[in-house]
Every structure is written in C-alpha cells, then in structure tokens.
C-alpha cells in the first residue's frame, strides 16, 4: 500500500498480475505524485503500481526499482537515483517512461536486466581491453598450462595496447590493421596468433552481445583480400623451426658427430649469426667471465657485440678446447679455414631439421622472448645485436644491459635443453 514502509524490503504488495509467458507484472499505476516522493523521508519502499517503486534508504537517498516475477521468482532492477536537474537522476515521469518499456520487454518474452535500451548501451561502452580480460579470466580453467596464461596476458596489454581502450562495439578492420601491420612482415609467426586472438575475443564479445555484425578479424574472404598470405611472407625469409621443437631437436643434435653439429648448437644458444660463430677465435672468447666480444669488423652492424654465455655455452667452448688446434674456436677441414655454412646445414638436416634454416633460429629465439619471457623488447632486440632505433640504443649501451641479457640467454639456454638432460639437471638439484 502507498506509504507503508518498513526497514527491510517487503515482499510484493497484494495486487492484480498479468501473467505474460512465464512473467507476472502488476496491473495498478501511477499511485505517487511528485509533491509524494519529495515528502518522502521515512526509510521504505513506496509502491506507484505495476511494478514501479521508490526506494527510500536511512541515508535518505531515494532511487527506483522495478520489480516483476518470473516463474514465481522475485526479480528486481534499479532504475537510477530520484531527482531532477542532473543526468543521472531520473524524474517521476522519466521512472515511468522506463518501467512501461520494462513491461514491453516482459510481455514480449524478454528480460529487462538486459535487453532495456540503456542496459544494452552501457554494455556496449565494453572496451576492447575490458573484454580481452574477461575472456582471459574466465579461459584459466581450462588451459592447462601457464606459458598459455601469460601469452595471452602478453597479447592483452602488449600486442593490443593500440586498442585496449577502444569500445569493443566500434573495433573496425582499420584498427586490426593497426595492431597487425607492424607485426606482419617481420615477425610473421607471432602475427598469426595476435590475429588469431583477436579474432577469439571479438567472437567472444558478439557471443556475450556487446558487438554486431561480422568479425574484422576474420582471415578468408576479409583480411586475406588486404594482407599478403603467411606462406607467402616466408618466401625470401629464413624458415625458422618453432621453439616448442627446439629442446627434441638439440636432443637429436646431441647425437650428430662431428664439429658443425657442435657449432650449430652454440649457434642456436648464443642467436647469432652462423658466420660469427664460425668465424670466432679464442681471442674473442673470456670463459673466466663467460663473454664472448664479436669485433665490429666481422658485425653486420659494425659494432663490437658482446655475447653472455650460458653454462651450456661455455661447455661446448670448453669440449672444443681439446678439438680445435689454432685460433678458430670451430675450425674447418682445411687448415686455417673457418667450417662453411654448408657444414651447419648438414649438420641440421642430419638432426631431422629438414625445411628449416640456420638462421631462422634466430626467429625462433626472438619468437620465444615474446611469447612465452616477460623480458623487455629493448634487451632481447640488443641480444640479436639488432639496432632498430634510439630505444635499443640506450638499451643496448646500458651498463647494466649485458647483465639484463645474460639471464635472457640463460633462460633460453634452460628453455632448450633436451628433455631427457632436463629430467638429469632437475634430479641432480634434488640430491644436492
């Protein structure tokens, strides 16, 4: 009844139903009048008929709800604070104009926690970050492992940074180009997934209905008509193995005779270039303090690079201290000549590397970092001895930038090694 309150919130008051597909509204309307809610001070719930109510809290802050009954279940929406003269507080008049739209969503079948026009508008307000983690958060169950975890957290406020504030209703094909294009052509791998993750999410967002329409995202028949093919991308590119088969392949390596299998290997944990590694000589090489200085002159860049050596690294120095006769750490057949790049190549294909390139490890190293280590762009860019701009610069002639590097090679070091030496290491660090 009007005016009656209580300090809790009663149940239904005894009116007349409608009962619309499994819905139930009240029938009565338009009980208060403005001179009504304004007097209201008392804490209570005031009913103006058919589901519409005035809320009165202790504080004195009044707002709407309306109530209805589905199935015989109690069901309730605020409808915004009472008040005139700010956009955000809702008049008698603007209170019912929202519950007669809420009765047209009841009687039609619907719901009107989500489909009221303005519900369905600040849903839409989602940004493209938002839902990046919702999805995120609510995929953790179900992927197994962590790597995938944090590659997908890396894709969220990473490789998507450019958009994460961008409602997910209005993400265009523009701006999956702009989140793609830097990546397409030079890391052509890692691309793939972002596209593939964006595409998930905005699937994701169409099945929650925070967006419309088809997905900018999508490869055949939309992207595929403006960017070129990923195949295609590999053609005068070095094919790079994927990491996840480097351990099994250094595993087979391991078991190829001869020095170029031994280089290929220190090739592979150092991201070199093959002529630096075939080229290096034990004037280079400090293994007291596990560096190894490259001179300008045999750079691609000009600038000397010093190399971190991994324990493994330096183990595979030291074996060829007893091998090699000279100054060439890996010599070839001929006296005083370095290995030739054919010998590395054999030595990967007899390993089963079939396909892939020497110096695609080089991608495949720089495809870990990204993925799957949370170092910083700027270190792993200085440990390819890549000079791309003033930020790897400064990166790169820090003091403390060798350091920041070594425990990157040492990762990638630890991330490689064979399954059945990881198994080895890891009992050997129980028994000790």
């Avoid at 109510?53 to 209805?68: A, E, H, L």
């Avoid at 109690?74 to 956009?87: D, F, K, Q, T």
């Avoid at 299998?261 to 093959?274: G, H």
């Avoid at 600038?303 to 595979?316: F, G, W, Y």
């Amino acid at each position: 009844m009007v005016g009656r309150t209580t300090s809790r919130v009663p149940a239904l008051p005894r009116i007349v139903f409608q009962r619309t597909r499994g819905f139930a509204v009240a029938m009565a309307r338009h009980k208060l009048a403005d001179s009504k809610v304004k007097g209201l001070n008392k804490p209570g719930i005031y009913s103006d008929g058919d589901g519409l109510y005035i809320r009165v809290q202790p504080t004195g802050r009044k707002s709407w709800v309306f109530i209805w009954r589905r199935f015989g279940a109690r069901r309730e929406i605020g409808l915004g604070p009472y008040g005139a003269g700010h956009s955000w507080h809702v008049t008698l008049a603007a209170a019912r104009a929202k519950a007669e739209e809420a009765r047209e969503i009841i009687g039609a079948g619907g719901d009107p926690k989500t489909d009221m026009a303005e519900r369905k508008a600040a849903a839409r307000t989602a940004t493209f970050g938002q839902v990046s983690d919702e999805y995120i958060e609510a995929m953790k169950p179900k992927w197994r492992g962590a790597k995938t975890v944090a590659a997908w957290e890396r894709f969220a406020t990473g490789y998507v940074k450019a958009i994460r504030r961008a409602p997910v209703d209005k993400i265009t094909t523009e701006d999956v180009l702009r989140v793609l294009r830097p990546l397409w052509h030079e890391k052509p791998e890692t691309a793939t997934k972002v596209r593939e993750r964006l595409k998930i999410v905005l699937d994701h967002a169409k099945a929650r209905g925070l967006r419309n329409g088809d997905n900018p995202a999508q490869w055949k028949g939309h992207l595929d008509q403006i960017l070129p093919a990923p195949a295609k991308l590999s053609r005068g590119h070095h094919a790079a193995m994927p990491y996840a088969d480097i351990p099994d392949f250094l595993e087979r390596l391991r078991a190829v005779d001869g020095i170029g299998a031994k280089a290929l290997e220190f090739t592979i944990l150092t991201a070199v270039r093959s002529g630096e590694t075939r080229g290096a000589t034990w004037a280079e090489i400090d293994l007291e303090n596990k560096v190894w200085t490259v001179p300008a002159e045999r750079m691609k860049t000009g600038k000397a690079h010093r190399v971190p050596l991994s324990d493994r690294a330096t183990e595979i120095l030291k074996g060829m201290k007893t091998e090699s006769e000279g100054e060439l750490v890996f010599p070839g057949q001929r006296e005083k000549r370095p290995l030739s790049d054919m010998t590395l190549s054999k030595a990967l294909k007899t390993a089963g590397g079939n396909g892939f390139t020497v110096h695609g490890f080089r991608s495949s190293f720089r495809d870990w970092a990204a993925e799957e280590t949370n170092f910083q762009r700027e270190v792993a860019e200085a440990a390819l001895a890549h000079s791309v701009g003033d930020a790897v610069e400064r990166a790169y002639r820090r003091g403390d930038a060798l350091e920041k590097r070594r425990k990157l090679m040492d990762a990638w070091a630890s991330y490689c090694q064979p399954p059945q030496m990881a198994n080895v290491i890891a009992i050997q660090k129980v028994a000790t």
